[in-house]
């Protein structure tokens, strides 16, 4: 059985339908995708995407710096739309197949979709935004580099460990 790392994952264009696409134009944005074998729909990514052994080190910090804890439970309630919130994110909008999440101060932005072309395999997606209020001035472009890449590969690792969850739930 072949393995799920980050190397699985690959950048790509938006979807030409994709909820993120709005922020394009201005923003720095992302898109990060990986086939996984089976039928997987939109609760079941977000519910493997927040409860990664990844994320909960994320879930931890948010817990303790931003008095923000989150928990299993709320991930699928998130991912089910049986919620609008998960620790320091809100929904900003959702389809069947697409979540936009918010933070609280609202610099970024983080996006799922699912797409199931066929019953036997689904393409997950997972993409970000960095809002640019201002213009980084000569001295931040280095920095914004640097963090902007630090984030691809997390954003990578991120992904990867949820597909690699969601086969799981395939092959126990």
């Known amino acids: 059985m072949k393995k799920m790392g980050i190397f699985s994952t690959k950048t790509c264009d ?7 696409l ?8 992302d898109c990060f995708a990986v086939q ?8 079941a990514f977000v519910a493997a995407f927040y409860s ?13 710096i931003a008095k923000a804890p989150a928990t299993d439970a709320q991930a699928v309630a998130l ?4 919620s609008d919130q998960f620790s320091v994110w809100r929904t900003e909008t959702r389809s069947q197949a697409q979540l936009l999440m918010c933070p609280r101060d609202e610099t970024t932005r983080s996006w799922f979709m699912v797409d199931a072309k066929d019953r036997a395999s ?15 001035r000569d001295a931040e472009k280095l920095t914004l580099k640097i963090v902007i ?21 395939l092959n126990p």
């Open 22 to 29: 709005k922020y394009r134009a201005q923003n720095y944005t």
């Open 122 to 136: 689904t393409t997950l997606y997972f993409g970000s935004a960095l809002i640019m209020r201002n213009r980084p």
């Open 52 to 64: 990664t052994w990844l994320f909960k080190a994320e879930r931890f910090v948010l817990a303790h």
């Open 14 to 20: 938006l979807p030409s339908d994709a909820l993120l």
């Open 36 to 43: 996984v074998a089976g039928d997987h729909d939109l609760a």
């Open 79 to 82: 991912g089910r739309a049986e």
């Open 149 to 169: 890449a630090l984030h691809r590969f997390y954003s990578r690792a991120l992904l990867a460990c949820a597909a690699a969850k969601l086969k799981r739930t």
